[in-house]
């Protein structure tokens, strides 16, 4: 019986560090399959639609990345146990992707940036008081908050369900939603996508900011209905986006968000998973589903993460 690695990611880094962590398991790399039959559990990240289908004795998938809603509507996905990574070094990556844009909007660096195209001498005032919220209140987005208290931000955040992080003001549930963007001036979206998310930066919830606020997206592309985005921005109420995925991904070349001078594109570079990092709790998933045991970090597919 074998293991499949199924990613996007160079397989040689990953086979190594997953080797050392699974002694005596026979790994196979896609799309070097074998006997469908013979593979017992999938390590993916982003495997194309219906293929985990195919291996009739499949007990289990253990995903590589945090995001796990591509897989979550993939409805040809076996009914196995599903697990999704929770990876401290990229829980800080993508953290400090936050504070990087976070930082970078505050201290106006988009206009300064301009200003030297232009060659102009253009000194900014000291920026006044801003609060950081944060849409997406788990293991990203908490690291993130406690980042930016540290640097004497004031800090809100707005998840599904009521958080407790000592400095930061709490919002749950979609009426609490506009009061959480009322006060907020630097947006930072670090939600999963579901069902409940999809579209949630739209035409109402930006009109919901105060006027000048900035928008950073190191969740999902699928967040933001980029029509209402563009409006927005055009229209002044909010001055800088920092997009770091999108749907589709990348962006059609004729896309307006590339060209666009208060939008910043990254190529979905917020963080990615490390193999050293990932190859241990992604090999004790393996072990647990070999053995018939619960898997860490299960996907609750009704929820969507």
Known sequence: M??????????????RALVAHLPGV?????????DPAAIEVALVHRP?????????????????????DAMV???????????RMVDPLLTRDVAHYIVLHTLRHYREQPLLEASQ??????????????????????????????????????????????????GVESFAGRDRLPAFLGGTHLLAMALPLTAATAGILNRATLAALPPGATVINAGRGGHVVDADLLTALDRGHIAHATLDV???????????????????????TAGDPRPESVA????????RALAGKPLLYPVDRARGY
Not at 27 to 34: C, W
């Open 73 to 83: 509507n993939d409805p040809d996905l076996p009914d196995v146990p599903f697990s």
């Open 26 to 34: 026979h790994l196979r790399v896609y799309p070097d399959v074998g």
């Open 117 to 166: 195209r232009d060659g102009r001498w253009a000194p900014r005032p000291p920026p006044p008081a801003a609060t950081v919220g944060i849409m997406g209140m788990g293991e990203i987005g908490g690291l993130a908050a406690r980042m930016l208290l540290d640097l004497g931000f004031s800090v809100r955040g707005w998840s599904r369900t009521p958080k407790s992080i000592p």
């Open 246 to 268: 999108f749907s589709p991904e990348p962006p059609p070349a004729d896309h307006p968000f590339w060209r666009h001078p208060k939008v910043t594109i990254t190529p979905h």
């Open 2 to 15: 074998s293991v499949l690695l199924i990613s996007r990611f160079d397989p040689d880094e990953w086979v």
């Open 48 to 68: 194309q639609p219906g293929l985990l289908r195919t291996f009739p004795n499949l007990k289990a998938v253990v995903g590589l990345f945090a995001g796990v």
């Open 280 to 287: 241990a709790l992604a090999a004790d998933n393996v072990r």
